[in-house]
């Protein structure tokens, strides 16, 4: 967490929430490569999936469904409390990502679960310039991010030659023993542990080293959180998936999330217009959003149905930073971002930054956080919600001014 950005504010007596915006990464989905390519990838047999290649699963509906009910029950979103404003009153306001159906579905349970009548999104199937960061008819921009992307490529190459911890190291080992012990002589594949590569258009090749490792371990994931690997027929190796080798997995998954996802100017750039959208809202500007529509001004809840990459946006936006105890992975499916618009007795606002998540176990089960025991933490007050501009990347961030 940057300090320069948060600071820790212990709860005040008599403060009462007045508006707030959940970000929500989608339930638990399928892999987005069908087990055909992932066995060509890693040479095991994977696993067949009820849906598609990256669909939500039932079992991860009913997941998101539980934590939807948390988030209502915490939030008193059914208004039985006369301490603070209600909040489902009006009507919330889901916004999905339009890129994917599995954002899609999302913002629909939650909207179900919230009291919304309704989502909104862009056209589906289409990038949606809120969660991308780019403007709609931005061909420019997307010429230009290209660019960035082969420049933040290079960049990323140098750091994990020479930055690479030793938790990465060691999850990259565990995979590798996972996967093909023998996998890195000789020139065979996979090698997790070898060095990140660019692909021919400069961009980072997403099959090398431990970009390959990033996803084959949030693959792992959801194995485990759907439950394969029970039935008769499975691959044995799916019985070596447990929560001792995940913990020691998704460390590559973080990691690589942390290079690629939270840094550069391109990072900055989608969590910048995620700011704007939540900054406008929280303190009771008019918010437009791609179709031309907006919340009223009177609406108190927002949500915002996206992915872990728009958690992992907002986070180097913002400097924020978290783990869990029970979940290895800090942006896992149902993991939700809120900002908190408090107004204290002495008549100032803040805003609060909290995290919910479920434990591995909760996930695998469908059910509820536990927000007395880590469900829901605390990660500190945004001391500043007028962005600024950075003079290196020109991307506006908040912070001192």
């Not at 339930?27 to 890693?42: A, E, N, W």
């Not at 660019?147 to 990259?172: I, M, N, Q, T, W």
């Not at 909290?354 to 500190?380: I, K, W, Y």
């Amino acid at each position: 967490m940057d300090a320069g950005f948060l600071r820790t504010a212990p709860a005040e007596e008599g403060a009462r929430l007045e508006r707030l915006v959940l970000v929500a990464r989608h339930g638990i989905r399928s892999p987005t490569q069908d087990p055909l390519v992932l066995g060509r990838l890693t040479g095991r047999v994977w696993p067949r999936w009820p849906v598609g290649p990256g669909q939500l699963t039932p079992h991860g509906r009913d997941a998101l469904r539980a934590m939807t009910e948390g988030l209502a029950e915490w939030y008193d979103l059914s208004c039985h409390g006369d301490d603070h404003p209600c909040l489902a009153d009006p009507e919330p306001v889901i916004w999905a990502d339009s890129a994917d159906a599995r954002t899609l579905e999302s913002g629909a349970i939650m909207a179900r679960g919230l009291g919304a009548s309704r989502i909104v999104s862009h056209h589906a199937g289409e990038h949606d310039p809120v969660f991308t960061g780019m403007a709609p008819d931005g061909a420019i921009q997307k010429e230009k991010d290209r660019s960035d992307g082969r420049d933040e490529a290079h960049d990323v190459l140098l750091a994990d030659r020479h930055e690479r911890p030793e938790a990465v190291r060691e999850g990259l080992s565990r995979l590798q023993a996972l996967f093909a012990p023998q996998g890195c002589g000789a020139g065979q594949s996979p090698c997790f542990s070898a060095p990140l590569r660019s692909a021919s258009d400069g961009r980072l090749d997403r099959r090398s080293g431990p970009a390959l490792g990033a996803s084959v371990s949030e693959n792992l994931l959801l194995v485990y959180l759907q439950k394969l690997g029970t039935e008769g027929d499975s691959p044995a190796w799916l019985g070596r998936i447990d929560p001792s080798l995940l913990a020691a997995v998704l460390p590559v998954h973080t990691y690589l999330s942390d290079l690629t996802r939270r840094r550069g100017v391109r990072a900055l750039r989608r969590g910048e217009g995620l700011a704007a959208v939540i900054g406008k809202f929280l303190t009771g500007e008019g918010v437009r959003l791609p179709d031309g529509s907006g919340p009223a001004r009177r609406t108190r809840l927002l949500v915002l149905a996206g992915h872990d990459t728009t958690l992992d946006a907002l986070a180097g936006y913002y400097g924020l930073s978290w783990n869990f105890v029970d979940q290895p992975d800090p942006t896992a499916p149902d993991t939700v971002l809120a900002f908190e618009r408090w107004r204290l007795r002495d008549g100032r606002a803040v805003t609060r930054a909290v995290v919910f998540h479920q434990s591995l176990d909760a996930l695998r089960q469908a059910a509820a956080p536990d927000m007395e025991h880590g469900g829901r933490l605390f990660l500190g007050e945004i001391t500043r919600q007028v962005p600024r501009v950075d003079s290196g990347t020109g991307v506006k961030r908040p912070g001192a001014g």
